[in-house]
């Protein structure tokens, strides 16, 4: 199976090399690729949407069916990890840990079922017997507020600067993830339900898909955001920008829901009760 | 364009991205596809790509190598090849 | 002898490009491990998307956000193409996306066959 494969890679290789011959010399302001459409949009943007930044504004409005679909794939991606790895039925385990903060005495409870019990003033511990480390849990409780407020401007100033709602919404999720890793998955999933994040995920697909069907429903083509100038007080250019707001607003949105939904179900093996 | 700086970074990509496959430890392999990641996004920021440089580096080096660490966490650290 | 240095100092990051593309193939093809041929699939998809965003490159460009106070008179070979850049944003989610599926369907074969080899997990099969 190697030398086969080794064979294939050095063949595809080859040809590949071979057919580098006929590309244009590495950046040549006059390769084919920059001289079709490319040059429409970056001279027009400024004045048909009144967004700085070309890339947010081919994402989102020139080519906003592409972005549309990409959403729906990440929420697809999130529906099956969900499906493939989800077992709502509790872990069988005979014993539990416990560990009491203040002084660190841990105690051992024989459990039957699936339930675990609560003791007042003890907190369940995971099974890998982790070590309580007040630094590393106030140092990440201090740091997330500032992470997650990043992620906002990131979002909120995608047509400015490099940045988006894709981006941002990784970073929200990260976030998250981030207070599942230092403290553990039970306070995460405490702050942010497995519901909740179930209904955003799908909020963030309804807000693309729904301002393009407002636009349709206010008599323009579907996700012509000009067609926002009725309902809003501004320009058809302005309608445009804030169309491209919204739009980012709701990838932003599905993209933390669906990060936050993989990796509680990869780091618990699809309990939900403890991992990594 | 400073060609000096983008040999020196597409040397060390191939060098994390077989280092990736080679090493017989999943954790090793985990990080150090951490690493590619993050020498892609300094490569695309060097070329100007701004925004797939934010993105790689938020998804890359990022979220991916967190899913890759938990995938390890809960199947086995060794591999015979 | 000039000719051929020429033609290299012209393509050679196109090759570097291929190197790269072909090393995450092999991963994908020739290893045994699960894990391990997920990490060439993910090689591959930056390698490719690494191929596309350099041919996006113009000399003496800048980065495609419009220079404030420039609007009126701009010309289109001062900022780099910003066409593939989107393109290439949809395939880095496209690519996690597949990688997020790809490693919980490597947990549950891993529960199943208690092992991520690919020859022990064939064997397995067919004894059942």
């Not at chain 1, 400024?46 to 929420?75: C, H, K, Q, W």
């Not at chain 1, 105690?107 to 070590?131: I, N, Q, Y």
């Not at chain 1, 990131?154 to 998250?176: D, K, N, T």
């Not at chain 2, 364009?1 to 597409?10: N, V, Y």
Request: charged share 15%; proline share 3%.
């Amino acid at each position: 199976m190697r030398i086969l494969g080794i064979l294939v890679c050095v063949t595809t290789g080859a040809m590949l090399i071979w057919a580098s011959g006929e590309f244009p010399p590495w950046g040549d302001p006059n390769s084919p690729a920059s001289l079709h459409v490319s040059p429409r949009y970056i001279e027009k943007t400024m004045e048909e949407t009144s967004v700085p930044n070309a890339v947010t504004s081919v994402l989102a409005d020139y080519r906003g069916y592409d972005t549309m679909f990409e959403t729906t794939v990440i929420f697809a991606a999130g529906v099956s990890c969900f499906m493939l790895l989800r077992l709502f039925s509790g872990r069988e385990r005979s014993f539990q840990h416990y560990r009491h903060i203040l002084t660190g005495l841990t105690l051992r409870v024989r459990r039957k079922g699936k339930e675990l019990p609560e003791l007042e003033e003890f907190e369940p511990m995971d099974s890998l017997w982790t070590p309580y480390d007040l630094i590393l849990r106030t140092l990440c409780r201090f740091l997330l507020p500032f992470i997650q407020l990043f992620a906002l401007y990131v979002i909120a100033h995608g047509h400015h600067s490099p940045g988006g709602g894709f981006q941002g919404g990784v970073i929200l999720g990260a976030s998250m993830i981030f207070l599942a890793i230092s403290q553990d998955m039970r306070s995460a999933l405490r702050r942010i339900r497995e519901r909740t994040l179930a209904i955003f995920s799908v909020a963030g697909v309804a807000t693309y898909a729904g301002t393009g069907t407002l636009c349709l429903l206010l008599g323009s083509n579907f996700l012509d955001y000009g067609a926002l100038s009725r309902i809003f007080p501004v320009d058809p250019v302005g309608a445009r920008s804030l169309g491209i707001f919204f739009v980012e607003v709701g990838v932003g949105i599905a993209v933390m829901a669906t990060m936050i939904v993989i990796y509680h179900n990869l780091a618990s093996e699809g309990f939900l009760d403890e991992g990594l | 364009m400073i060609w000096q700086l983008d040999l020196l970074i597409l040397t060390l990509v191939v060098i994390c991205g077989i280092g990736s496959l080679m090493i017989k430890d999943l954790l090793g392999a985990a990080i150090l596809f951490g690493a590619y990641s993050f020498m892609m996004c300094v490569l695309w920021a060097v070329m100007g790509a701004v925004d797939v440089a934010l993105t790689e580096a938020s998804v890359g080096a990022g979220v991916s190598t967190v899913f890759f660490v938990a995938t390890v966490f809960h199947t086995t650290r060794r591999t015979k090849d | 002898m000039e000719r051929i240095l020429e033609v290299v100092i012209a393509k050679y990051n196109y090759w570097i490009y291929i190197v790269l593309m072909m090393i995450g193939l092999y991963g994908v093809i020739a290893k045994n491990n699960l894990v391990k041929k997920i990490v060439g699939m993910s090689i591959f998809q930056t390698a490719i998307i690494l191929f596309f965003i350099s041919m996006g490159m113009k000399k003496g460009a800048t980065i495609p956000i419009i220079i404030h106070g420039q609007e009126a008179s701009l010309r289109a070979s001062d900022y780099i193409n910003p066409l593939p850049h989107v393109l290439m944003l949809t395939a880095i989610v496209v690519a996690v996306s597949t990688l997020g599926v790809a490693l919980a369907l490597a947990v549950k074969i891993y529960k199943e066959f208690n092992t991520l080899e690919e020859d022990e997990i064939l064997e397995k099969i067919r004894k059942s």
